[in-house]
Nanobody, 122 residues
Framework: EVQLVESGGGLVQAGGSLRLSCAAS????????IGWFRQAPGKEREWVSC???????IQSDSVEGRFTISSDSAKNTVYLQMNSLKPEDTAVYYC????????????????WGEGTLVTVSS
């Protein structure tokens, strides 16, 4: 059974940091790109960052310079280090797995986690 389990969300003040984790199981970790998406209340889900062997590490313009994605293949886990958080970063953060490289369209990853809530207070 494929599972993606996010953790690490919570409440933080603006300017603070959080590290999200995405633990993957049930598929060959290194064969998939793992991406982070987020969905704020009342808004559409948007792509945040992605990591894969073919694409390396990429992130959206909105988080460039503040968020860093990394991967630990020994633990089948992808991390999202989020620094200099802003209130507009408040959202449910999801990790997702895509078989053929990083994708930015929310409809394309094959597998999704349940999400973890990040709330940034001003």
């Amino acid at each position: 059974e494929v599972q993606l389990v996010e953790s690490g969300g919570g409440l933080v003040q603006a300017g603070g940091s959080l590290r999200l984790s995405c633990a993957a199981s049930g598929f060959t970790f290194d064969d998939y790109a793992i991406g982070w998406f987020r969905q704020a209340p009342g808004k559409e889900r948007e792509w945040v960052s992605c990591i894969s062997h073919s694409d390396g590490m990429i992130q959206s313009d909105s988080v460039e310079g503040r968020f860093t994605i990394s991967s630990d293949s020994a633990k089948n886990t992808v991390y999202l280090q989020m620094n200099s958080l802003k209130p507009e970063d408040t959202a449910v953060y999801y990790c997702a797995a895509a078989r053929y490289g990083c994708v930015v369209e929310p409809g394309r990853p094959e597998y999704w986690g349940e999400g973890t809530l990040v709330t940034v207070s001003s």
